[in-house]
T-cell receptor
Framework: ETGVTQTPRHLVMGMTNKKSLKCEQHLGHNAMYWYKQSAKKPLELMFV???????ENNSVPSRFSPECPNSSHLFLHLHTLQPEDSALYLC?????????????????FGNGTRLTVT | DAKTTQPNSMESNEEEPVHLPCNHSTISGTDYIHWYRQLPSQGPEYVIH???SNVNNRMASLAIAEDRKSSTLILHRATLRDAAVYYC???????FGAGTRLTVKP
């Protein structure tokens, strides 16, 4: 039990499908993150939410749409994906980053959703 | 791009100490240095972090250079379960590089 739970663990979808990835944290944190990890590439930071507001969007295509309804839940809505979007999508959370320059709180990761786009 | 650089891979023998280096020459005064490791089929796991002083916890030690432009993660006695990819990142950036793949030989 990592404290950060991601569902589903595996997802296969066609390019015309719409699906959502879910992340839930039980650690009382108030910042949440989406990372993408493709084969043989470093983790890529996609989105950052702090106190339920998006504070960072790293030039992610609009076919990826995040949603943070409260501090415990984070979603990544997917539509019209491409095969190159196949990857491990990781969610993370951290504590109290109200001041952006005070990110001394460690990240806690889930085990990810393995996405395959066919 | 990440603001840290690490060797791509390192090898160690079981029960021996391992020193994993990280360079972060553009570190700012408010950056903390975080270390994580990632085992196969899992998300990254927090190992240790520090600002200026050396830090110890049950998993590892972190030695930070006086000018803070580099740091070293120290595993005092490597075990087979320590085989993983190790990442160092800066707290104001939160971007990961390729990390160091540590192989532990029995």
């Amino acid at each position: 039990e990592t404290g950060v739970t991601q569902t589903p663990r595996h997802l296969v979808m066609g390019m015309t499908n719409k699906k959502s990835l879910k992340c839930e944290q039980h650690l009382g944190h108030n910042a949440m993150y989406w990372y993408k990890q493709s084969a043989k590439k470093p983790l890529e930071l996609m989105f950052v939410y702090s106190l339920e507001e998006r504070v960072e969007n790293n030039s992610v295509p609009s076919r990826f749409s995040p949603e943070c309804p409260n501090s415990s839940h984070l979603f990544l809505h997917l539509h019209t994906l491409q095969p190159e979007d196949s990857a491990l999508y990781l969610c993370a959370s951290s504590q109290d980053p109200a001041v952006r320059s005070s990110y001394n709180s460690p990240l806690h990761f889930g085990n990810g959703t393995r996405l395959t786009v066919t | 791009d990440a603001k840290t650089t690490q060797p791509n891979s390192m090898e160690s023998n079981e029960e021996e100490p391992v020193h994993l280096p990280c360079n972060h020459s553009t570190i700012s005064g408010t950056d903390y240095i975080h270390w994580y490791r990632q085992l196969p089929s899992q998300g990254p796991e927090y190992v240790i972090h520090g600002l200026t002083s050396n830090v110890n916890n049950r998993m590892a030690s972190l030695a930070i250079a006086e000018d803070r432009k580099s740091s070293t993660l120290i595993l005092h006695r490597a075990t087979l379960r320590d085989a993983a990819v190790y990442y160092c990142i800066l707290s104001n950036d939160m971007r990961f590089g390729a990390g160091t793949r540590l192989t532990v030989k029995p």
